[in-house]
């Protein structure tokens, strides 16, 4: 229930920001975006690390460098162990998250390829851990290991690379603290990201 009610939220804010894209585009460049990631490992022969996420943004530029932006990310992180035998283990985690950036971007909007900083807050809507374990072939599942909602800094650089006058390829690499900066020790999660976006 609750995870539902926040992803209803995030819908809602996303629904807001294009409401109010006719009169904001008025005043500066819109720049929505979608951005992805993928890795696998594998450990062993039967046993592997998957991750993958999504990313979709709405940024909104003052001018042809400074930027305000606003992402969703949905995301899971899974180990498998012992796949298709007898005993093993699977643990996934489940991550929800909107974040608040101040972007600057180097260059002009005509520039081919513009690196760019940003600097703001991610707020982690859900971080839940879920692991099973089989023995035998008799799963047992622990009970779920779910983070509180927390506000946490987040940083990042990357690249847009020109494909047309509005749309581009953006690459770029994210980090934010996992838990509050009050919670000790104090540990990074970060992310890679590629993905395109539309100027308009």
């Not at 991550?95 to 520039?111: A, H, I, N, P, Q």
């Not at 008799?138 to 779920?144: E, G, H, L, N």
């Not at 927390?150 to 690379?161: D, E, I, R, Y």
């Amino acid at each position: 229930m609750k995870t539902c009610l926040k992803s209803v939220i995030a819908a809602l804010a996303f629904s807001l920001l294009f409401v109010a894209l006719p009169e904001v585009a008025k005043a500066g460049f819109i720049e929505v975006g979608v951005s992805g990631s993928y890795k696998k490992s594998n450990i062993g022969e039967k046993a592997y690390d998957e991750s993958q996420s999504l990313t979709g943004s709405v940024s909104y530029y003052f001018d042809e460098s400074s930027a305000l932006e606003f992402s969703y990310t949905d995301g899971i992180n899974r180990r498998m162990i012992g796949e298709g035998e007898a005993n093993g283990q699977l643990t996934n985690m489940y991550y929800k998250m909107t974040g608040l950036d101040f972007v600057l971007t180097m260059g002009t909007r005509e520039s081919t390829m513009r690196p760019y900083v940003k600097v703001g807050a991610v707020y982690i809507l859900e971080k839940r851990i879920v692991s099973q374990t089989w023995l035998n072939n008799v799963v047992y599942s622990a009970a779920p290991i779910e983070d509180p909602p927390a506000l946490v800094p987040s940083a990042g650089v990357g690249f847009k690379l020109s494909l047309t006058k509005e749309w581009s390829l953006k690459v770029g690499l994210e980090a934010w603290t996992s838990r509050p900066v009050s919670q000790t020790p104090i540990t990074i999660d970060y992310a890679g990201r590629v993905g395109l976006s539309w100027l308009f």
